[in-house]
């Protein structure tokens, strides 16, 4: 009995066995539209890195957009992500331009993701995106020269320049700020009063930050500026010659006999042509104004004379430049004050030559004189006799 209910228990097996193997031989097969896995709005937009440059480039990105922050991705990096992304933020903030003027500080969360890794950048600026969008860029220190005179003819309180390739430090800064100033001095009638910060990184590129003090509001500038353009209106109707050099002598007669000169007056471009009184720079920046008037090519000089601070004019008349100080006129006469030649004035007088045109054309008053136009020329020809013409104020208005 027992052996037949264990042959019974047997077959009851293999047919619950060939049961479930017709089961397994069916095929199933079920589909679905497959739903590709979106990535997170943290994740997007991440921009791939795999070396220390790379990580320098995409944070230098971020900070000339003024971005608030950007997410890296790290993938086959070679290196140690942890010390480079800290050398490259801290690089960016200190160590370039920009960063030194814009940036406050820059921090990061870096997190491992199954097999790679991304960081988080965040930058926090010390300087507003207007700030950025309004600063002028320019290649060299020429452009820097030429954004400041734009500045000045525009009455610009504040000016922020980014220079690709310069040396510049604030002393040059301040002397651009001069050097434009003297080349138009009716841009803003006073010779501005200047701040300047140079923003440094390890290249050559700087970032320089200006403040304009005019010392008047805008409408004083203006109505000075309009008094002044009338004034040399009335000396320039005196200058009829037709020679460069004659009208630059016609000139120089014409200032010499409406202003005093004095180390003790202002040196001013108002105090010169308004008052009728001022020092060297007052009278070259006068005689520099009146060129510009009647078309001799004119430009003021800074240095010393006898180790005192004194400023004069250099004019180019036919392709030669000369010498003129128009403050010495009436004490040395026109002999001892225009046209003269480099080697004429060393000894008494010194300036920078790098920073002019050679002096030493073939003209001289003397010869001016003599060449028989004497109808275009003042009528005191000899040294000291301009002593004779007696110094007169503008009217005033």
Known sequence: MKRAAAVGLILAMALSLSACASIFDSEYFSSSEYVPAQESAAHEGAVEVGSYLQITLAVSNLVSAHGESMLLRFSNYQGDIAADLAAACREVSTATALGAYAVDYISYDLDRIVA?????VYVYYKRTAEEL?????????AGLYDAVAAALAAGETE??????????????VLDCVDEAYFADPLACVERPGAVARVYVGTGFQRIVEIYLDYGLSPTAIDSRRTALETRLGRLAAQVTAEGAAYRALQALTGLAAACVCGEGYPGSLWSALAAGEADSLGMALAYKALCDTVGVECQVVEGRLERAEHYWNIITVDGASYHVDASRAMELGYAGAFLMSDSQMWGSYW????????????????ALINAGQQESAPPSPEAGAAE?????TLPAE
């Open 388 to 392: 004779s013409a007696p110094a007169q």
């Open 116 to 120: 790679y890794y991304e960081a988080e």
């Open 159 to 172: 000016l922020t320049v980014s220079i690709g390739a310069s040396e510049a430090d604030e002393a040059f």
């Open 351 to 366: 300036w920078d030559d790098r920073d002019y045109p050679s002096c030493a054309g073939p003209l001289s008053y003397s």
């Open 133 to 141: 969008e309004n600063m002028v860029g320019v290649d060299t220190d």
